[in-house]
């Protein structure tokens, strides 16, 4: 069945530096992919979100990289600062108009002041 | 706007009793969601709902029910509980295809 999992269950980065968080997904037929952060006690928040017909989405010092040729989903975090050490999700939509939005396991980031 | 609201907040249950958790949105969405997560773990889906009368399972549905009676409201009831619901469960809403979920900040319950 689909599934949505990180490569890498920690990741620890210097204050400044840039950081990417890495996904892989199973299912080349997914519509949506949504990254989201949750800190200690709190629920997730979004971040950032990309459909299946895009490469690349920015934010604010966020920027969603979608490669549907080896179903693979990165979120670069571009100069890190301490309130970014959380936990973050990717999460996935098989289609719309089936709507079942399903996690991975997340990848705790932790910045190095 | 609340936004998402879930309550209680914090619950402990002996084994084999029942509960229901409540989570009620004001954003007018119609997909709603509810999650179990546990310790240092990722969120799996227990059931979700794509608008009033319609609900479906998800990853994780045993030992759950849910119903969908408007849209503001998706509560999940747990009959007979056991020591491996004891979780944080959160529940979440999305307007139309393409927009972000808004989650709840969560339910921690312990059954003992």
């Known amino acids: 069945g689909e599934s949505v999992g990180l490569h890498l269950p920690t990741l620890s980065v210097q204050e400044g530096d840039n950081s990417i968080i890495n996904c892989a997904y199973s299912?080349?037929?997914?519509?949506?992919f949504i990254w989201y952060k949750q800190e200690s006690g709190k629920g997730p928040q979004f971040i950032i979100d990309?459909?299946?017909?895009?490469d690349k989405r920015q934010g604010q010092r966020v920027t969603v990289l979608l490669n549907k040729t080896v179903k693979h989903l990165s979120l670069q975090i571009a100069a890190t600062q301490p309130g970014d050490s959380a936990v973050y999700f990717c999460a996935e939509i098989l289609n719309f108009g089936n709507e079942k939005l399903t996690f991975g396991t997340g990848t705790r980031l932790t910045i190095i002041p | 706007n609340a936004g998402v609201t879930q309550t209680p907040k914090f619950r402990i249950l002996k084994i084999g009793q029942s509960m229901t958790l409540q989570c009620t949105q004001d954003?007018?969405?119609?997909?709603m969601y509810w999650y179990r997560q546990d310790p240092g773990m990722g969120l799996k889906l227990i059931y979700y709902s794509v608008g009033a009368g319609i609900t479906d399972k998800g990853e994780v549905p045993n030992g759950y029910n849910v119903s969908r009676s408007t849209t503001e409201d998706f509560p999940l009831r747990l009959e007979l509980a056991a020591p491996s619901q004891t979780s944080v469960y959160f529940c979440?809403?999305?307007?139309?295809?393409?927009?972000?979920?808004?989650f709840g900040q969560g339910t921690r319950l312990t059954v003992v």
């Open positions: 990309i459909r299946s017909n895009m």
């Open positions: 979440a809403s999305r307007t139309s295809n393409g927009g972000e979920a808004f």
């Open positions: 299912n080349s037929a997914s519509d949506y």
């Open positions: 954003m007018n969405h119609n997909y």
